[in-house]
T-cell receptor, first 115, second 111 residues
Framework: GAGVSQSPSNKVTEKGKDVELRCDPI?????LYWYRQRLGQGLEFLIY????????KSGLPSDRFSAERTGESVSTLTIQRTQQEDSAVYLC?????????????FGSGTRLTVV | DAKTTQPPSMDCAEGRAANLPCNHS???????VYWYRQIHSQGPQYIIH???NNETNEMASLIITEDRKSSTLILPHATLRDTAVYYCIVKASGGSYIPTFGRGTSLIVHP
């Protein structure tokens, strides 16, 4: 597609439920990033995928958070047993590593509300 | 990677130039300066980048000091739609990199 697509755009879930967030990167982009942004805060790095290399999971806040990516395509971020503090906008970005001048293209995010 | 420092907020009158500063005093020779902005409820959007020469595109101009320790993003004729958070980050050419977005500068353009 022309841009990074995220779904759903909004998600309201009950505390304790699991949620899956999806990201479709730009075709050909080898790198994919997930960020979390709480209201009024900056972007908090969660996880980074680069091609077929092992992902950098150093930003995941707890073992309730996990993410997968199949090759260089779609990625899903899963949050298990959601808590109210998980409420945030979850942003996905992709980029083409190696060009030296490639920027990062972000999706519009998924707004997660845990009630 | 070099860290950046930006003022937390600025304001500008509509139609006037908005000049947003960024300090990156520890920048390395192979690191580019990138600017992004985030309009409320949207993902960050790329604006412009540069290495050492001044750059201009349809959105903005980027002025990088000769020693490359600071830069200024210029929106020549700010509009209300330019109200956003502006992020300055530095990135080396190629290789793996996880961009770090701090608090940025919240720019408010007022009528």
């Amino acid at each position: 597609g022309a841009g990074v697509s995220q779904s759903p755009s909004n998600k309201v879930t009950e505390k304790g439920k699991d949620v899956e967030l999806r990201c479709d990167p730009i075709s050909g982009h080898t790198a994919l990033y997930w960020y979390r942004q709480r209201l009024g805060q900056g972007l908090e790095f969660l996880i980074y995928f680069q091609g077929n290399s092992a992902p950098d999971k150093s930003g995941l806040p707890s073992d309730r958070f996990s993410a997968e990516r199949t090759g260089e395509s779609v990625s899903t971020l899963t949050i298990q047993r959601t808590q109210q503090e998980d409420s945030a906008v979850y942003l996905c970005a992709s980029s083409f590593q190696g060009t030296g001048l490639g920027g990062y293209t972000f999706g519009s995010g998924t707004r997660l509300t845990v009630v | 990677d070099a860290k950046t420092t930006q003022p937390p907020s600025m304001d500008c009158a509509e139609g006037r130039a908005a000049n947003l500063p960024c300090n990156h005093s520890t920048i390395s020779g192979n690191e580019y300066v990138y600017w992004y902005r985030q309009i409320h409820s949207q993902g960050p959007q790329y604006i412009i980048h540069g290495l050492k020469n001044n750059e201009t595109n349809e959105m903005a101009s980027l002025i990088i000091t000769e020693d490359r320790k600071s830069s200024t993003l210029i929106l020549p004729h700010a509009t209300l739609r330019d109200t956003a958070v502006y992020y300055c980050i530095v990135k080396a050419s190629g290789g793996s990199y996880i961009p770090t977005f701090g608090r940025g500068t919240s720019l408010i353009v007022h009528p």
